[in-house]
């Protein structure tokens, strides 16, 4: 069983920066995929980004190319999201996921294949 905690979210005026984390309890977080998911009030939550269990590679929702960076510390069990040149449109909370296997394809689709969520982490952008 992984436990994740996200920290870091808060409000920012446009253009700002933000560094998100999610920090995991439990055994074997190298061997996760991990990523990033976002949702506003009404919508499904969302892709943002990706990293392989080994921090090898990594995959960026359209949106979050160019100005987000996922990476991870396997030694500290913690994974990151850098966030720059945010703009209201990034305005949403903040997921957390994990899982055991590789799941690009179904993440890329929507909340699917996620073996474990965090509880999120809320993020605005005010102009």
């Known amino acids: 069983q992984v436990q994740l905690a996200e920290s870091g979210g808060g409000s920012v005026q446009v253009g700002g920066s933000l560094r998100l984390s999610c920090a995991a309890s439990?055994?074997?977080?190298?061997?996760?995929?991990m990523g990033w998911f976002r949702q506003t009030s009404g919508k499904e939550r969302e892709f943002v980004a990706a990293?392989?269990?080994?921090?090898?590679?990594?995959y960026y929702a359209d949106s979050a190319k160019g100005r987000f960076t996922i990476s991870r510390d396997n030694a500290l069990s913690t994974m990151y999201l850098q966030m720059n040149s945010l703009n209201p449109s990034d305005t949403a909370r903040y997921f957390c996921?994990?899982?055991?296997?590789?799941?690009?394809?179904?993440?890329?689709?929507?909340?699917?294949?996620?073996?474990?969520w965090g509880k999120g982490t809320l993020v605005t952008v005010s102009s």
């Open positions: 996921a994990a899982a055991k296997l590789f799941r690009l394809s179904a993440w890329v689709r929507g909340p699917n294949a996620v073996d474990y």
């Open positions: 990293i392989r269990s080994d921090g090898g590679n990594t």
């Open positions: 439990g055994p074997a977080f190298s061997t996760y995929f």
